[in-house]
């Protein structure tokens, strides 16, 4: 089998539901380029990680194995792209670990929710600030935290939502519109919405309880 012989939607339906090794193969051979090369661009970001070019790749083949079983070509959206985003997504949560390490104390800690001008929750505003030193924050309710992660998650865009990881595991500004192929501005927009957005959930949260 030649992969050039054959789209991507064949190779993937060969690949998953006829188990067809050798269409698994030629995705892997197909993709590996794309891999390789964000991967040497990652690479940077992994310094005194412990994370050499080689443990990317291989993330970088995990996403793309998770993107060829959960396609579905009904989206509106070609497999080449979600492959990409699935790559993208294994390699920056590797970076985003390797950098957590390094910061695990901060990531441990948040605060109280305090209150900012017209009495408003100001923790979003902890959640992507730089500096967390401040004695004023300490650990919450688990429980609450998670809920707050998760709608969070749900709340915002995939693009916001790799914004606001990069940004809580202490990456600058040049780092996150570097690593997401963005500009600055960009990324202070969707910061700022993030920002908006969390506000929101807090503010809801509170009238719940």
């Known amino acids: 089998m030649n992969y050039k012989e054959y789209n991507d939607y064949e190779l993937v339906n060969y690949a998953v539901s006829d188990h067809n090794e050798d269409a698994m193969e030629l995705l892997y051979q197909k993709y590996q380029p794309m891999i390789i090369s964000y991967a040497k661009k990652m690479i940077p970001f992994c310094s005194q990680g412990g994370i050499e070019l080689n443990d990317l790749i291989q993330e970088g083949l995990i996403g793309l194995n998770s993107a060829i079983e959960h396609f579905n070509e009904q ?88 914004v606001f990881e990069l940004k809580m595991n202490h990456f600058t500004y040049e780092e996150i519109a570097s690593i997401l192929d963005k500009n600055i501005k960009s990324v202070d927009n969707a910061l700022q919405r993030i920002k908006g957005k969390i506000k929101k959930i807090l503010v809801n949260l509170d009238e719940k309880e």
């Open 75 to 162: 989206k509106d959206i070609t497999f080449y792209t979600f492959a990409r985003t699935c790559v993208e997504r294994r390699m920056i949560s590797t970076v985003i670990s390797t950098r957590r390490l390094k910061h695990k104390i901060l990531n441990e800690s948040v605060p109280f929710e305090t209150k900012g001008e017209n009495d408003e929750p100001i923790y979003a505003d902890y959640l992507l600030k730089d500096e967390t030193s401040d004695p004023e924050y300490v650990l919450l309710n688990n429980e609450r935290v998670q809920i707050l992660k998760e709608l969070i998650h749900d709340e915002l865009t995939d693009f916001e939502l790799q």
